[in-house]
């Protein structure tokens, strides 16, 4: 689960980590009130407004219209994710900025054509920078254990620094047993350059990082940038936090950060259901029992020459409410027009997935190719129940086979 960048300083500043004052705004009437109160009355006169979206590359994003999709500007310049405000009637200007972002799109690097609809801002005192780092904590699967990563290429996409410059890429893996020690932060201050009070500075802030990341059961924490101001501190100057879904019920107040606007409607419907979906880009549905097996589903459609259009893992209970679900979801996306079920009968058995599939399809109206891959328990009772169901099915005898059907009902 992803949360916005003011809900995640907000949790970092529960464990002391140095952040900025800030405010979030819904409307372009609060904005304003707040600018006013929080700091144009305090003698403020730079602040930063940033749109609140689930993607990164908002500096760089540039708001459209939603109605038009033109480019907007404000005050002679393009109207981005990140606006600084600098100089007199910060208050009036907030509330003119909030009223021409909340409600529009926008659209970076990450969010693609589509873009994202800006519905509350985060306004934010400015600060004097001496240097940007990157830093970030989240598991190495191929290790199993946490890693740190730190760059002196704050502020630019780590996909980017990793695929240009990979050697300014610090790394530290973390061992469960012993956590972290004082010689990792030592390590990773260093490779930054940092020395004097920003050294120290670092050393302060790190520990604390990973203390946060541990307690909340996050599956990533980034900071880009990472600041170092003039008077060498160190600050979070934006926060990225992703929390491990699987750990989620051992923190039920985070259940209310959740934004259901900045998720996709079918993967929100799909949770209700407790249903793994994650819609792709292509035009074949897939049904599959295991992420595994589901991964493996998409390679194979695509080495056929499909295009998967979602990943669907209904779990080992598929039974005749998951698949009934299951196929009114994918019913949903106008782009499927070819349906690919691949069941393995493990603890599930195939006849009784078999069951279920002939049930759910008298409750969904399905009017495209439907393709059945069952292999493992009861497999040949169960291609007996699809075919003798009156049901138009194209049942697959092999892996292959069934993405090679797939393919050739699409053409």
Same mark, same amino acid.
């Given at each position: 689960?992803?949360?916005?960048?003011?809900?995640?300083?907000?949790?970092?500043?529960?464990?002391?980590?140095?952040?900025?004052?800030?405010?979030?705004?819904?409307?372009?009437?609060?904005?304003?009130?707040?600018?006013?109160?929080?700091?144009?009355?305090?003698?403020?006169?730079?602040?930063?407004?940033?749109?609140?979206?689930?993607?990164?590359?908002?500096?760089?994003?540039?708001?459209?219209?939603?109605?038009?999709?033109?480019?907007?500007?404000?005050?002679?310049?393009?109207?981005?994710?990140?606006?600084?405000?600098?100089?007199?009637?910060?208050?009036?200007?907030?509330?003119?900025?909030?009223?021409?972002?909340i409600g529009n799109k926008l659209i970076t690097i990450?969010?693609?054509?589509?873009?994202?609809?800006?519905?509350?801002?985060?306004?934010?005192?400015?600060?004097?920078?001496?240097?940007?780092?990157?830093?970030?904590?989240?598991l190495d699967r191929q290790t199993g254990r946490n890693?740190?990563?730190?760059?002196?290429?704050?502020?630019?996409?780590?996909?980017?620094?990793?695929?240009?410059?990979?050697?300014?890429?610090?790394?530290?893996?973390?061992?469960?047993?012993?956590?972290?020690?004082?010689?990792?932060?030592?390590?990773?201050?260093?490779?930054?350059?940092?020395?004097?009070?920003?050294?120290?500075?670092?050393?302060?802030?790190?520990?604390?990082?990973?203390?946060a990341y541990e307690d909340i059961d996050a599956s990533?924490?980034?900071?880009?940038?990472?600041?170092?101001?003039?008077?060498?501190?160190?600050?979070?100057?934006?926060?990225?936090?992703?929390?491990?879904?699987?750990?989620?019920?051992?923190?039920?107040?985070?259940?209310?950060?959740?934004?259901?606007?900045?998720?996709?409607?079918?993967?929100?419907?799909?949770? @209700?259901?407790? *249903?793994?979906?994650?819609? +792709? %880009?292509?035009? #074949?549905?897939?049904?599959?029992?295991? !992420?595994?097996?589901?991964?493996?589903?998409?390679?194979?459609?695509?080495?056929?020459?499909?295009?998967?259009?979602?990943?669907?893992?209904?779990?080992?209970?598929?039974?005749?409410?998951?698949?009934?679900?299951?196929?009114?979801?994918?019913?949903?996306?106008?782009?499927?027009?070819?349906?690919?079920?691949?069941?393995?009968?493990?603890?599930?058995?195939?006849?009784?997935?078999?069951?279920?599939?002939?049930?759910?399809?008298?409750?969904?109206?399905?009017?495209?190719?439907?393709?059945?891959?069952?292999?493992?328990?009861?497999?040949?009772?169960? @291609?007996?129940? *699809?075919?003798?169901?009156? +049901? %138009?099915?194209? #049942?697959?005898?092999?892996?292959?086979? !069934?993405?090679?059907?797939?393919?050739?009902?699409?053409?």
């Amino acid at each position: 689960m992803k949360i916005h960048e003011y809900q995640a300083k907000e949790l970092l500043s529960k464990y002391g980590i140095p952040t900025l004052r800030r405010a979030v705004a819904f409307n372009p009437e609060d904005a304003g009130k707040l600018a006013w109160e929080e700091f144009e009355s305090k003698g403020d006169s730079l602040i930063v407004v940033k749109a609140q979206v689930h993607a990164g590359g908002r500096g760089k994003g540039i708001i459209h219209d939603i109605n038009t999709g033109e480019p907007l500007q404000f005050e002679g310049k393009d109207l981005r994710g990140v606006n600084l405000l600098i100089g007199e009637n910060i208050a009036h200007r907030t509330y003119q900025l909030t009223k021409a972002m909340i409600g529009n799109k926008l659209i970076t690097i990450q969010t693609g054509a589509e873009g994202r609809i800006v519905q509350r801002i985060l306004i934010e005192e400015g600060c004097k920078i001496k240097k940007e780092f990157y830093l970030s904590i989240t598991l190495d699967r191929q290790t199993g254990r946490n890693v740190i990563m730190a760059s002196t290429e704050g502020g630019v996409e780590i996909e980017k620094v990793a695929a240009e410059t990979p050697e300014k890429i610090l790394k530290v893996h973390i061992d469960p047993t012993t956590g972290l020690q004082p010689f990792h932060s030592r390590s990773l201050a260093f490779g930054l350059g940092l020395a004097g009070d920003a050294y120290k500075s670092f050393l302060d802030f790190l520990p604390k990082l990973v203390t946060a990341y541990e307690d909340i059961d996050a599956s990533l924490v980034e900071i880009n940038p990472l600041v170092l101001t003039e008077d060498d501190k160190i600050i979070a100057l934006d926060a990225k936090i992703n929390f491990d879904d699987n750990a989620l019920y051992r923190h039920p107040e985070f259940i209310e950060l959740r934004d259901l606007n900045e998720e996709s409607p079918l993967e929100v419907e799909a949770s @209700k259901y407790d *249903l793994n979906y994650i819609k +792709l %880009d292509g035009n #074949v549905g897939c049904m599959v029992n295991g !992420a595994g097996l589901a991964m493996a589903t998409m390679d194979m459609i695509q080495y056929a020459g499909g295009r998967p259009a979602n990943f669907l893992d209904v779990g080992g209970g598929a039974n005749v409410d998951r698949i009934a679900n299951a196929f009114r979801i994918m019913m949903s996306d106008p782009d499927v027009k070819a349906v690919l079920i691949n069941i393995f009968g493990g603890i599930v058995r195939c006849d009784k997935v078999a069951d279920g599939i002939v049930k759910a399809l008298n409750q969904v109206d399905v009017n495209i190719p439907v393709i059945v891959r069952l292999d493992g328990t009861n497999a040949i009772e169960g @291609k007996e129940t *699809l075919q003798n169901s009156g +049901l %138009d099915f194209k #049942v697959a005898l092999s892996f292959f086979e !069934a993405a090679q059907k797939v393919t050739e009902v699409l053409n």
